[in-house]
């Protein structure tokens, strides 16, 4: 289907934004709290979002593909990052180590931990195999997150491990 198919009219970002995937598609490490001085990760879904449906009385499938995310840490750090980032698990890496999005909190407390995908928009109608970009990018928030920041020690160990290099938990 071509912009004659559909009467002349050229599919626009508003026109698509129905289409738009909703939340879920962030995730915090760990989920819910942090701790001071150690890093919260951060992460999106990489994979692009497809969903299908009616436009302009057609058929169409339209695919939105998160180009960047921004992470509102809740205590006045704002992190752009052009990648989604990954689990630990997933990056390789032990918890609470830093990763390209992750953050750490210099004090105890309550955030609010905000986050928006920046994605761009290409559709297709029934039987037309290549995507069509849509101009322009649509951010869609994709969640909000109380987080407890709070502090631990160590506990049930021969001294501190300043003292007790070895000891567990060191």
């Not at 497809?50 to 960047?68: D, I």
């Not at 006045?76 to 999005?101: K, M, N």
């Not at 297709?124 to 322009?136: I, K, N, S």
Request: glycine share 14%.
């Amino acid at each position: 289907m071509s912009d004659e198919d559909t009467g002349g009219v050229v599919v626009t970002l508003s026109d698509v934004a129905r289409f738009a995937p909703g939340r879920g598609v962030v995730f915090l490490e760990p989920e819910g709290w942090a701790l001071v001085g150690l890093p919260m990760n951060a992460y999106g879904a990489p994979a692009p979002v497809t969903a299908s449906g009616v436009l302009f009385g057609a058929a169409v499938q339209v695919r939105f593909t998160g180009l960047s995310w921004r992470w509102d840490f809740g205590d006045g750090v704002v992190l752009d990052t052009v990648t989604a980032g990954g689990s630990w698990r997933t990056l390789g890496q032990d918890e609470f180590t830093t990763t390209d999005s992750s953050h750490v909190y210099a004090g105890r407390g309550t955030v609010q931990v905000v986050a928006d995908v920046i994605y761009r928009a290409e559709y297709r109608f029934a039987g037309v195999q290549a995507w069509t970009p849509v101009e322009g990018t649509l951010t869609v928030r994709s969640g909000e997150w109380d987080v407890l920041v709070g502090t631990a020690s160590t506990v049930l160990v021969n001294g501190s491990c300043t003292q007790n290099p070895a000891g567990p938990g060191c």
